[in-house]
């Protein structure tokens, strides 16, 4: 039951706590203030859609590269930023002071700098002005502000720092000392170029990012986000702690698109918080369900908080390898949270919401079977069908593909108006229909169609497909409220015209807003990995890693956890990633070279990204728990910490796949293989859900819940145990090098051992993989690798290096010495280790069913 004490937010209040994360807490009176924060982000939108499409080559119109919309995109995150938000929590949101349009003015034309003047700079690349270096320095400072402003002092502390250790490095402790930086080099390094803010991040953010805000953005104006959440009450409030598990649904759809874990918990948890109190849950574990939900809304594909796309950048794999390897593990993650709500809900006895029709069992399973097969079809027909539709039409294609859209568009609308419109009021009072509730929204999938269409199919870029998914959905936010009143024979067809235009500019405006953040916090991240470019501070940070945890692998895997957590707690997704990433990532794969353990890069990037996102519900900061919280009237501090005890089973997820590849979809051989892997790690995540919670089929003892957790240990590494009856490897001495490459299959990986010396002279080992071509010869395939060998004193040393080739990007060097190869070692499958698993799991299902019966026994008699 809620407490006298507690206080909940109104929708007002809500609003203005996601206003003040995300898009800005004024609210000027003035029409003038009104229309500056109305039309500037739409003119932002109008840009960005621009700068997406292909029409500026098409016209030859304004064609800029992109340093340039770099800046221009900058100039209009800075402005907005001033104007936007408040200098303080007293400052007056009614109307925005003078002080604030001047420096807007002001951040916006420093920012600009580099489009106005780009001919001028480019022609003395290094060699910065008088003029050069003051705007750089106003706009460091100003840019430092904007962040502060936007998404509060962490971040601008953390670029302070690492600013500051440029120029003062010759004055730090000697572990980290450096030359430092004369203020001409470090003002060209981070604003003149695109090492520093108008880099790789800022970039992203301008390139990808802002089309998929934006969608997101149009999804929730077109009703998307209702129809998501009532969609997913519809399939679940039935069942035990119904509204709970709705509530994991719901946030992992909306999650798909959003950018932000504070919006998506305000969003949906409007919706579920106050079901799930009403179904028994108290207002903390409420709340801490919500925000485990939208927390995890930002690692699931195809936008992970906009991190998906720095990792195209950072890790240099495509896209869709991006969504591959991230898919699984958030998959997993979303199927234990919705069983710990199930566990949940049994040790407190709840019920689900009641049905407005019962329905046999072999009818819910044909419903259930029903659903999962639309999403499969679709993705078949959008894969292969019109796959084969581009072999047979050739240039043709996209005349028919658009035909078939409009007929999908016009009979799914009319499919929808045979079913009543889905209400928008913020209370679900009974559970809805699901048959009715999905039929009134299958047209929301099409862009998603489109935007799988134009990835998997046509094979464009990020950026380019979410435009041509974005135009789809602009054109359906215009049409559907007058076709739906055609359909309906409904007059005042033209005020729906308006409806619809007056929603569409709104989700232009609201994409516009949503992405003052985002813009900022890459901008101000730039100065980070500005500063690890030009101080080398990424090798100090290995070396001072290595130092305090001894070298052990797994030490250092903790510590880099903390200090991603530490971060996380007061940086928005895309700055936390970038500057972990940028900072702990290399020093993951160094030290795991050294201890025997080849790391994918992709592997160490989602390590530093889950941990990041953990802080939005960790105490003290965890701002998505204290929305939550708003909406539950508990207390935040209790929210979150409840929050981040459902969020251990994320917590452990980035620990396995460091050690198991297998999860990331990594060196999967076949189907049966997939299968397997999937399998597997689905229960095991079910069985930890169940041992941390402490309860199975009843509650667990002691020994059951240790029993537990290792089973889920063995089925998520197999190998931890198999390694010890069969060495994975077997080594071969380095003298068979050529032979043996001569002998390996193409395209497959070579594991050398290497040894050699750092930089402070001590001894070190490492491993290192390397792929293997399709050349002829062993030789010929070595070259291509970038090795060249000598023999000296019996030992198989590195004689030469080719720049830029696959050795040296290993970090192999000259004169460090080859000691062995690592073969592959014909064993039995390590899956086998999944039966005595899976066999001490039945002996604890037969025992705690045994109690439970015995208990039923007890009480009957």
């Known amino acids: ?161 690492f600013i500051f250790y440029t120029f003062a490095g010759s004055i730090m402790p000697d572990i980290i000392a450096h030359k430092g930086a004369s203020i001409a080099k470090g003002m060209s390094h981070y604003w003149l170029s695109t090492e520093g803010v108008f880099g790789v991040a800022l970039g992203v953010s301008t390139g990808m990012v802002f089309m998929f805000v934006l969608f997101g953005s149009l999804l929730e104006s077109a009703g998307a986000g209702n129809y998501f959440i009532r969609t997913a009450f519809a399939g679940l409030g039935h069942m035990r702690g119904g509204p709970a598990k709705a509530a994991v649904v719901a946030s992992a759809m909306t999650g798909l698109v959003s950018g932000s874990s504070i919006a998506n918990v305000v969003t949906t948890g409007t919706f579920t918080i106050p079901l799930m109190k009403k179904v028994g849950f108290s207002a903390e574990k409420a709340g801490a369900v919500e925000v485990a939900s939208s927390t995890n809304g930002q690692l699931t594909p195809p936008v992970m ?37 199930h566990l949940e809900a049994c040790k407190m006895d709840l019920k689900g919401l009641k049905k407005r029709h019962k329905k046999t069992l072999a009818q819910s399973l044909l419903g259930f079977v029903a659903t999962i097969l639309v999403f499969v079809v679709t993705g078949a027909a959008v894969y292969y069908g019109m796959g084969w539709i581009k072999e047979l039409a050739g240039d043709a294609t996209i005349y028919i593909v658009m035909t078939l859209l409009v007929i999908a568009y016009l009979l799914l609308v009319k499919l929808a108006c045979r079913v009543p419109e889905l209400p928008t009021d913020t209370e679900i009072k009974e559970l809805p229909d699901l048959g009715s509730t999905a039929q009134a929204g299958y047209y929301y999938l099409l862009p998603i169609v489109v935007l799988m269409w134009c990835l998997t199919v ?217 299968l397997l892997v999937v399998t597997a790690a689905t229960i095991a995540m079910l069985v930890f859900a169940a041992g941390t919670q402490g309860y199975f089929i009843t509650k667990s003892k002691w020994w059951e819940t240790i029993a537990l957790l290792l089973i889920a240990f063995t089925l998520f590494r197999p190998g931890f145990f ?5 060495p994975p490897f077997i080594e071969k001495p380095a003298t068979e090098l050529v032979q043996t490459l001569g002998e390996m299959k193409p395209n497959s990986q070579l594991r050398l051992k290497i040894k050699g010396e750092k930089d402070n002279g001590e001894e ?48 192999i060097d000259f004169d460090q010495e080859i000691v062995s190869l690592q073969m592959p070692n014909d064993r039995p499958a390590k899956q086998w280790m999944f039966i005595p698993a899976m066999l001490l799991l039945a002996l604890i299902w037969f025992s705690q069913k045994q109690r439970v019966r015995r208990e039923e026994h007890h009480i009957l008699a």
Do not use: C
Not at 722 to 726: G, L, Q, T
Not at 784 to 811: C, H, Q, W, Y
């Open 458 to 674: 046509e094979r464009l870029s990020p950026a380019l497909s979410a435009f041509y998914a974005t135009i789809l959905l602009m054109v359906i936010v215009v049409t559907q409220h007058p076709l739906k009143s055609f359909f309906r024979k409904i007059e005042a067809k033209e005020s729906q015209w308006n409806r619809g235009a007056s929603e569409l500019i709104n989700g232009m405006v609201a994409g516009g807003r949503n992405m003052i953040g985002i813009g900022v916090a890459t901008a101000a991240a730039g100065l980070v990995v500005g500063t690890v470019t030009l101080t080398g501070i990424g090798l100090v940070m290995t070396e001072f890693v290595e130092f305090i945890s001894g070298g052990n692998l797994m030490l250092i895997l903790i510590f880099t956890a903390v200090i991603s957590l530490l971060l996380g707690m007061g940086l928005p997704t895309t700055a936390n990633y970038i500057v972990v990433s940028t900072l702990m990532a290399p020093v993951i794969v160094s030290l795991g070279a050294q201890n025997g353990l080849i790391v994918p890069l992709i592997a160490v990037h989602l390590f530093v990204f889950y941990f990041g996102i953990l802080a939005d519900d960790t105490p003290p900061v965890g701002l998505a728990a204290f929305a939550a919280a708003g909406i539950s009237g508990g207390d935040p501090i209790r929210t979150g910490l409840q929050g981040f005890a459902y969020d251990i089973r994320t917590a452990i997820l980035p620990f396995i796949f460091i050690f198991n590849t297998e999860l990331l979809m990594i060196g999967i051989g076949s189907w049966t293989h997939l």
């Open 305 to 341: 908080g906009a991190a998906a796309f720095l990792m195209v950048e950072y890790v240099g794999i495509s896209y869709i390898e991006v969504i591959k390897h991230a898919f699984l593990p958030a998959i997993i993650s979303y199927i234990a949270l919705v069983y710990i709500v």
């Open 1 to 161: 039951m809620t407490k006298p004490t507690e206080t909940t937010l109104n929708d007002h209040q809500l609003e203005e706590m996601i206003a003040d994360a995300d898009t800005g807490g004024r609210a000027p009176l003035g029409a003038f203030s009104k229309k500056v924060l109305f039309f500037i982000p739409l003119m932002w939108t109008f840009f960005q859609l621009w700068y997406a499409s292909p029409l500026p080559f098409m016209l030859n119109i304004f064609v800029i590269n992109a340093t340039q919309a770099r800046a221009i995109h900058l100039a209009f995150a800075m402005f907005l930023a001033y104007v936007a938000f408040p200098t303080l929590s007293s400052s007056p949101r009614s109307y925005i002071p003078w002080q604030d349009w001047l420096i807007g003015f002001i951040a916006a034309a420093s920012s600009a700098y580099i489009f106005i003047f780009y001919t001028q700079l480019a022609d003395r690349p290094g060699d910065p002005t008088s003029i050069d270096i003051a705007v750089s320095i106003v706009g460091i400072i100003l840019l430092l502000e904007a962040t502060r402003r936007a998404l509060g002092p962490p971040l601008m502390v953390v670029a302070s720092v």
């Open 722 to 726: 198999w390694d010890e009856f069969y």
């Open 764 to 811: 070190m080992t490492m491993n290192v993989m390397l792929h293997v071509g399709d050349e002829k010869t062993g030789a010929a395939r070595l070259s291509a690798i970038g090795i060249e060998t000598r023999d000296e004193e019996g030992k198989k040393l590195v004689d030469m290096i080719g720049f830029g080739s696959p050795a040296e990007k290993a970090n």
